[in-house]
């Protein structure tokens, strides 16, 4: 079946605008994750989404980041007013609920660059 | 908090030679531990996991790993590496975040994996 999606693949815009970047999880996974990939923080746990609850935002790096699921389903990472210090890969990653024992799939993520 | 050691940046190995890479973990409970790989261009793919039971876990494409609580350690290995087996490969931990419990992976930084033929 489809694994996790997410669009675009490649996202490059200019400081100071804001970017959109889209997950589409595995379905039926109930559980979303953000994460962020960069070259000197390595791989960073950003939000965290079961089903339509609140999100836990306890990893996100500062007030110009936000997220929403819809339905239950698709998520949106928005990072407004962008800093050349955003730019990284996005990962999202789905599992079927939250728990430790259930496995994270992850996309093949949004490239960031903010020039 | 928790944190994931990955002391190896680089490792280079030759082509049917045994591989071993390093993770050391630092968790106050019980630890879930991952083993990711991340081909050039591809997503983050589960290799292995423990959650409890046989210290000896197995794993695709041929790879194990061990967890030894006494040395906090979850080392991955594989008995001989093929060309493909070049990629990053990361040591993860789940712990809770926040107040919230929320199950987000804590990351080592990386070992970048190179096959000499």
């Known amino acids: 079946g489809a694994g996790v999606s997410q669009s675009p693949s490649n996202k490059v815009t200019e400081k100071g605008k804001d970017v959109e970047l889209r997950c589409d999880p595995i379905?039926?996974?109930?559980?979303l994750y953000w994460y962020r990939q960069s070259l000197g923080q390595g791989l960073e746990f950003l939000i965290y989404f079961q089903g339509n609850s609140a999100p836990d935002k306890s990893g996100l790096p500062s007030d110009r980041f936000s997220a929403e699921r819809t339905g239950g389903s698709v998520s949106t990472l928005t990072i407004q007013r962008t800093q050349q210090e955003d730019s990284a890969v996005y990962l999202c990653a789905s599992s079927l609920a939250k728990g430790n024992y259930n496995e994270q799939f992850f996309g093949p993520g949004t490239r960031l660059t903010v020039l | 908090a928790q944190s994931v050691t990955q002391p190896d940046i680089h490792i280079t190995v030759s082509e049917g030679a045994s591989l071993e890479l390093r993770c050391n973990y630092s968790y106050g409970a019980t630890p879930y531990l991952f083993w990711y790989v991340q081909s050039p261009g591809q997503g983050l793919q589960l290799l292995l996991k423990y959650f409890s039971g046989d210290t000896l876990v197995q794993g695709i494409k041929g790879f194990e790993a061990e967890f030894k609580r006494s040395q906090s350690s979850f080392n991955l290995r594989k008995p001989s590496v093929h060309w493909s087996d070049a990629a990053e490969y990361f040591c993860a931990v789940l712990a809770a975040h926040g107040g919230g419990g929320a199950d987000g992976l804590t990351f080592g930084k990386g070992t970048h994996l190179i096959i000499q033929p």
């Open positions: 379905s039926g996974h109930t559980a």
